[in-house]
């Protein structure tokens, strides 16, 4: 059997996502403000839309259960604005967002405080449904005979310390139901956009990799205008039936950067694999923003970067002085982006 929650009060924690088609950074912020009239304590996840709620302390003054508790969210979502929701719920954050992650859109899934509900939910689920257990390490896991959270729970420490090394003991107390990590209060991180609508459907996979460069290039520029940088980028490609596809990506360092933002907008176009699909347009998201002093750059003995970015700031004093159709840095990248 796992072991029981750390002693104390079981909290209660919910992590829920929001089904939205058309997404602009208002209507998130308006969601938001929904789910704090519920509890103050909210964790945004703008980049696939979802939020961590601890409503521990809400439910006596709701006077109704999680699930109950987590039912009002889900109608109130609904009923004033017409978004469908789905939310797992449990006494842990990785619990909670396990259960989210096999639960479909307009249903929810709660797991109960008691030892035997956190073991009848977690010991039947996959050793990769865990956080921090990636393919490889599930992989690695499989060939010792360990391939679920159970598995996980009931191997020695020594044995899973030799198989996983440091992490092991995090992963193992997961597996167990024992997770401390808080719900850190935050206001949603800033977004940029910029986005193409082609006059027809483009079925041309050239036309969507100029395009997306473009984008890139608007929005390095912005960035750099409003002296911000952006934590990642979110690609998200209309098709003409108006399905669409949203793609998200971690920058390796947060910049505003023109040459960082394209290479990561061409690998995530690049990453849909398009083959004649009739493309409908293009959006292209900065995420996490962020005021440019807190930028880094890595320490690299070429000095390529350095010329990109003195170019980078020539281009942006000709744009200012003649207009953004002047200069344009996605062409003058074009080389360094598709190397």
Same mark, same amino acid.
């Given at each position: 059997?796992?072991?029981?929650?750390?002693?104390?009060?079981?909290?209660?924690? *919910?992590?829920?996502?929001?089904?939205?088609?058309? @997404?602009?950074?208002?209507?998130?912020?308006?969601?938001?403000? *929904?789910?704090?009239? =519920?509890?103050?304590?909210?964790?945004?996840?703008?980049? #696939?839309?979802?939020?961590?709620?601890?409503?521990?302390?809400?439910?006596?003054?709701?006077?109704?259960?999680?699930?109950? &508790?987590?039912?009002?969210? !889900? &109608? !109130? %979502?609904?009923?004033?604005?017409?978004?469908?929701?789905?939310?797992?719920?449990?006494?842990?954050?990785?619990?909670?967002?396990?259960?989210?992650?096999?639960?479909?859109?307009?249903?929810?899934?709660?797991?109960?405080?008691?030892?035997?509900?956190?073991?009848?939910?977690?010991?039947? !689920?996959?050793?990769?449904?865990?956080?921090? *257990?990636?393919?490889?390490?599930? $992989?690695?896991?499989? /060939?010792?005979? =360990?391939?679920?959270?159970? +598995? &996980?729970? +009931?191997?020695?420490?020594?044995?899973?310390?030799?198989?996983?090394?440091?992490?092991?003991?995090?992963?193992?107390?997961?597996?167990?139901?024992? #997770?401390?990590?808080?719900?850190?209060?935050?206001?949603?991180?800033?977004?940029?956009?910029?986005?193409?609508?082609?006059?027809?459907?483009?079925?041309?996979?050239?036309?969507?990799?100029?395009?997306? %460069?473009?984008?890139?290039? #608007?929005?390095?520029?912005?960035? $750099?205008?409003?002296?911000?940088?952006?934590?990642?980028?979110? &690609?998200?490609?209309?098709?003409? #039936?108006?399905?669409?596809?949203?793609?998200? /990506?971690?920058?390796?360092?947060?910049?505003?950067?023109?040459?960082?933002?394209?290479?990561?907008?061409?690998?995530?176009?690049?990453?849909?694999?398009?083959?004649?699909?009739? *493309?409908?347009?293009?959006?292209?998201?900065?995420?996490?923003?962020?005021?440019?002093?807190?930028?880094? @750059?890595? %320490?690299?003995?070429?000095? @390529?970067?350095?010329?990109?970015?003195?170019?980078?700031?020539?281009?942006?004093?000709? $744009?200012?002085?003649?207009?953004?159709?002047?200069?344009?840095?996605?062409?003058?990248?074009?080389? =360094?982006?598709?190397?």
């Amino acid at each position: 059997m796992s072991s029981p929650p750390p002693a104390g009060r079981p909290r209660a924690i *919910v992590r829920i996502h929001l089904h939205v088609e058309q @997404r602009s950074e208002d209507l998130f912020e308006q969601l938001l403000d *929904v789910l704090s009239g =519920i509890s103050p304590t909210i964790e945004p996840l703008p980049a #696939d839309w979802s939020a961590y709620m601890d409503i521990t302390g809400s439910l006596n003054f709701w006077q109704r259960d999680a699930e109950g &508790l987590v039912a009002v969210v !889900r &109608l !109130r %979502l609904l009923a004033l604005h017409g978004v469908q929701s789905s939310a797992g719920a449990g006494p842990t954050r990785s619990i909670a967002a396990m259960a989210a992650a096999i639960t479909p859109p307009g249903a929810a899934t709660i797991v109960g405080d008691t030892p035997y509900e956190i073991a009848a939910f977690l010991r039947p !689920r996959p050793a990769a449904a865990l956080p921090g *257990v990636g393919p490889k390490t599930a $992989r690695t896991l499989a /060939r010792y005979g =360990i391939s679920t959270a159970g +598995d &996980l729970a +009931d191997t020695h420490p020594a044995t899973l310390q030799r198989i996983l090394g440091a992490a092991s003991r995090q992963i193992q107390n997961l597996a167990r139901g024992i #997770d401390e990590r808080p719900v850190v209060p935050a206001a949603a991180p800033r977004s940029m956009n910029a986005s193409h609508r082609f006059g027809r459907d483009e079925l041309d996979t050239h036309q969507h990799q100029r395009i997306t %460069l473009a984008l890139a290039e #608007d929005l390095g520029a912005r960035l $750099r205008e409003a002296s911000e940088i952006a934590h990642a980028l979110t &690609l998200t490609v209309t098709y003409a #039936d108006r399905t669409h596809t949203t793609r998200t /990506r971690t920058l390796a360092e947060a910049t505003a950067h023109t040459p960082a933002l394209a290479t990561t907008a061409r690998q995530l176009m690049t990453g849909l694999s398009l083959q004649r699909a009739r *493309v409908r347009g293009i959006g292209l998201r900065a995420e996490g923003l962020r005021p440019a002093e807190h930028a880094t @750059r890595q %320490l690299t003995l070429d000095d @390529r970067d350095d010329k990109l970015h003195r170019l980078e700031a020539a281009l942006d004093r000709a $744009r200012a002085r003649y207009g953004p159709g002047i200069a344009g840095a996605a062409s003058a990248f074009k080389s =360094i982006t598709t190397s």
